[in-house]
């Protein structure tokens, strides 16, 4: 090296090799500049500017990011700093497992970094995924699928065993419910994760997690199959116990109780006699929800106890 002072220097290594050839990744990585948007898995690009291939491909070997307009309600911030670019902003985010969103302020030149609120290590949901006003690059591709939501009594959960076949409600993002057939085709080809996140009426937040639930066909009632079980501190483990039931309504009832679980507590569920979790329970108002009427309401008995009725619910697929 010769400086423009004319010194000179020098460095030497002792062993020095360059591979092969790799493939370009197969995984997308999705870049954005200037607020528009450059898709290196598809070559569009919404702008004459031209984003350096060294730049993405170096980007994608350390971490791939998924550009989105992602909602950040189930995110919070872990720390802010400048950055040159989007491409600075992701790239200093790559290596930090924490981090599964980035977003970058073009006019102020921040980077801000999120984590999953909660503890958890995925949060994504599809219901969430476009609604958010900024583009932000999140770490997964894939979303959580919503398939039952509980916030108020304004739908009825109380149906008989044909309306539990099919979705009713308000959509995902309100009183919902996927139905069994679809839950049956979701899980037909291999079991899914299953999240169950609960809101207890003091606002505070909580989950349960799953590694393998699946749902049977309409031959064998929606047989439960459910396992693998963790959750944050103090949820205790309220659906392991009905693995193996088949679903029962007011009108079908496939329990081992003499009598009918759906009737009795007023609600659909993986009954056994009749149960720990029931999650498709009445829903309770903040007057009637606490100290009410045994086992009645949106029910996770561990460790809220049978006389407390969740004030939200989500099971969530992914």
């Known amino acids: 090296m010769k400086a423009w002072n004319d010194s000179e220097h020098w460095a030497e290594y002792s062993s020095f090799s360059v591979g092969r050839r790799l493939p370009r990744p197969k995984q997308r990585y999705a870049v954005q500049h200037e607020g528009r948007h450059h898709d290196t898995s598809t070559g569009n690009c919404a ?22 307009r992602e909602s950040l309600s189930d995110y919070e911030a872990v720390r802010s700093r400048s950055a040159r670019n ?18 970058f302020n073009a006019s102020s030149s921040l ?7 909660l503890g958890l290590s995925h949060c994504r949901k599809c219901r969430n995924a476009n609604k958010g006003a900024q583009r932000v690059w999140t770490a997964h591709s894939d979303c959580w699928t919503t398939v039952q939501h509980r916030v108020s009594g304004s739908v ?17 993002d309100g009183n919902y419910w996927i139905g069994l057939n679809s839950l049956h085709a979701l899980t037909a080809s291999g079991p899914r994760k299953l999240r ?19 749902v049977g066909p309409e031959s064998d009632n929606y047989r439960l199959s459910v396992s693998g079980f963790s959750g944050s501190a103090g949820i205790g483990d309220c659906f392991t116990s009905h693995s193996g039931m088949q679903f029962t309504t007011k009108d079908a009832d496939h329990d081992t109780r ?32 606490i100290g009410g009427v045994y086992a009645e309401g949106v029910i ?10 969740l004030m939200e619910i989500e099971m969530l697929l992914l």
């Open 86 to 103: 989007e491409f600075d902003c992701a790239i200093s985010a790559s290596g930090d497992s924490a981090v599964q969103l980035v977003a």
């Open 156 to 172: 009825d959960f109380y149906r008989n065993w044909t309306q539990y076949q099919s979705e009713f409600g308000e959509g995902p």
């Open 111 to 117: 980077c801000t970094l999120f984590r999953c609120r």
């Open 196 to 214: 169950i996140l609960m809101k207890a009426w003091n606002d505070s937040e909580h989950w349960a997690e799953y590694s393998s639930f699946s």
């Open 258 to 289: 003499t009598g009918n679980c759906a009737t009795d507590y007023i609600g659909a569920w993986w009954f056994t006699n009749c149960h720990c979790s029931n999650l498709n329970g009445e829903y309770k108002n903040s007057s009637e929800a």
């Open 47 to 68: 702008t004459s500017h031209k984003v350096p291939r060294h730049v993405t491909e170096a980007a994608s070997s350390v971490q791939t990011w998924h550009s989105s």
């Open 300 to 309: 996770w008995r561990l460790p809220f106890g049978n006389y407390y009725s």
